[in-house]
């Protein structure tokens, strides 16, 4: 990351077919960020949670306890018929 002076517009002026244009521009000092960093900066920006990946992580924990428990309750029902 480095320090670099950047262009950037101070005031903006409307035109009459609604668009607009810069009318005067400033130089600011801001951090540029190399592309390679672009995945961590998106995982900054969006907080690095995924209702994606959380929703398969919980079915997944889900689908191991009932499997879990299945395989208890017939272990389970095997021992009391070997009595």
């Known amino acids: 990351m480095?320090?670099?002076?950047?262009?950037?517009c101070r005031?903006?002026?409307?035109?009459?077919?609604?668009?607009?244009?810069c009318s005067s521009f400033e130089w600011i000092q801001a951090y540029v960020l190399p592309?390679?960093?672009?995945?961590?900066?998106?995982?900054?920006?969006?907080g690095g949670f995924s209702t994606e990946l959380f929703s398969i992580g919980f079915m997944g924990t889900?689908?191991?306890?009932?499997?879990?428990?299945?395989?208890g309750l017939v272990v389970s029902q095997l021992?009391?018929?070997?009595r």
């Open 79 to 82: 021992r009391k018929m070997k």
């Open 35 to 46: 592309p390679e960093v672009e995945g961590h900066y998106d995982l900054l920006v969006q």
């Open 11 to 21: 005031s903006w002026t409307t035109n009459p077919d609604g668009s607009a244009n």
């Open 62 to 71: 889900l689908s191991l306890f009932v499997t879990g428990m299945t395989v």
């Open 2 to 8: 480095a320090l670099e002076f950047i262009q950037a």
